[in-house]
């Protein structure tokens, strides 16, 4: 069987993990990253250290590779457009374009007659005055804002000029859902209408950071239906192909709504490696490179934890049960609310 050598953008943990999942399919894999110090490189067959808009550097890496995916959504549009003139990239960028930004995210997801929160572009201070009918709220950067990062909280107009916001980057205004829960759908799609979908995942953030994921959720049934159904109507309308996930909210009233898309592998399934008989990652390998898609069967139940930061010194070198699975990112430096780690424990 033809197996292409696989480059990926992007050089951390979900970089890392991939190439570890193609290299049990037999498949090479070359990483670029503009990190030199990338843990993803201790995995791939080979790695370019480069800016994301070295030309110079990209071509030398198209010359590697036969086709192209990536670890992360927010790769400049413009590289992106140019590598897949040389070789395919896959999910295809025109979906990084709606994704990059949340409010043409937004738009699309209600587009697709599936619900968001209630939300409002914001480009001065007078259109945040005029949309106090949405407060309590979350004003978020259009672009490039993740784990809580560019997001302000606001109860009321009164806390408006305390903000010092600048106007120099367009905001989106979200209305605060209340929320009873928060889940993830992991699914990977390999063409019309045929994909693996995994089970819905419960996750619980600390200061906006996922810290604990969770199979099975606590959820009704008609939620976990309708979330697996809501994440398969988006990756059909995006034509996606790969593994992606689908952030939910639940609300109080059991009101389901979509918060975001991301075009990738995410840290929320990463309990897939222990919990079912095809990972996230390697479902993800072998869409993009075109190799044959295994039924997915459940095998147990699971939980993830996320370690941040210094939480990873308490683990390293520490023993653990036959259930319980340590993965060190092998990160260099050790940041606050950097994720440098995970567990998975596993229940029969
Ligand atoms: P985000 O960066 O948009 O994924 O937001 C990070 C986290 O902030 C989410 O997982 C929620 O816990 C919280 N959050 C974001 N937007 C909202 C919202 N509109 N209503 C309630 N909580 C939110």
Redesign the pocket.
Known sequence: MYKPVLGIIGGGQLGSMLSQAAKKLDIRTVIYCDDLDAPGQHFADEFIFGRYDDNNKLREFCYKIDLITFEFENIPFETLENLNKEKKVIPYPKINKIVQN?LFEKDFINKCDLRT?KYVYIKNLKDLEASDNYFP??L?TCTL?????G?FRIENSDQISKLNLEFNKEYIL??????KT?ISVVLTRYGHQRYSIYDPIE?K?EE?I?KYSEIPAKIDNSILEKSKDWASILAEELDYIGTMCV?F?VDINDNL?V??IAPRVHNSGHLTINAYNVSQFENHIRAVCGIEKIELKKICDAKMINLIGNDIHLYKGKKFNDNEFFYDYLKKEVKEKRKMGHITIIKN
């Open positions: 949340r929160t709220a979350l978020k804002g993740y784990d809580g990062k997001q979200e209305k605060l859902v209340n929320l928060e996750n953030h906006q996922l952030e909210f709504y918060n975001e």
